[in-house]
T-cell receptor, first 112, second 113 residues
């Protein structure tokens, strides 16, 4: 399968713990995006990478959030000191230049 | 600022009936426009896109959408709905030459037998 993959698919954690999600984009795609989706809403843009450079971060991305894309391949999204308000689906997408974005299945985070 | 409005939170149609999902956008230039579908437990799947050219766009699964600049709309249509079309549908606008895609809140489609 050459689609976008995300791991884990589900994560349950206690408030205050750190979590890390991984996204593997389609191999030839140089752009990678993270979105957050809460119940009843569309995805909200979080951040964007072109190759290994993080070029844009949304105001939604507080200091507790950090994303990396070493070597321009896979990406990780870390949330430190999780809060209940962080509970959401975290979606990763990739694209080649400015073509349409291909989305992964998402990681559902539940913070207790 | 860019924005996307999907006025209908949910819509119910009978199987075999026609469907139209509404989408209005706000954008200062010619936008890239998309419709995505999301089924439970599945990722977002692109149905169709409009970048330029013919304003009537054909997509997968028998869907089409029409870009109307004067109305700032990009409504999604299907002539005959199948039960498998029940899902959440998202309209989105992108920035030409940019990267950020803004999504609407979605319209959930229910199909009744």
């Amino acid at each position: 399968d050459t689609g976008v993959s995300q791991n884990p698919r589900h994560k349950i954690t206690k408030r205050g713990q750190n979590v890390t999600f991984r996204c593997d984009p389609i191999s030839e795609h140089n752009r990678l995006y993270w979105y957050r989706q809460t119940l009843g809403q569309g995805p909200e843009f979080l951040t964007y990478f072109q190759n290994e450079a993080q070029l844009e971060k949304s105001r939604l991305l507080s200091d507790r959030f950090s994303a990396e894309r070493p070597k321009g391949s896979f990406s990780t999204l870390e949330i430190q000191r999780t809060e209940q308000g962080d509970s959401a689906m975290y979606l990763c997408a990739s694209s080649f230049r400015q073509d349409e974005q291909f989305f992964g299945p998402g990681t559902r985070l539940t913070v207790l | 600022a860019q924005s996307v409005t999907q006025p209908d939170i949910h819509i119910t149609v009978s199987e075999g009936a026609s469907l139209e999902l509404r989408c209005n956008y706000s954008y200062g230039a010619t936008p890239y426009l998309f419709w995505y579908v999301q089924s439970p437990g599945q990722g977002l799947q692109l149905l169709l896109k409009y970048f330029s050219g013919d304003t009537l766009v054909q997509g997968i699964k028998g869907f089409e959408a029409e870009f109307k600049r004067s109305q700032s709309s990009f409504n999604l249509r299907k002539p005959s709905v199948h039960w498998s079309d029940a899902a959440e549908y998202f309209c989105a606008v992108g920035h030409t030459g940019g990267f950020k895609t803004i999504f609407g809140a979605g319209t959930r489609l229910f199909v009744k037998a």
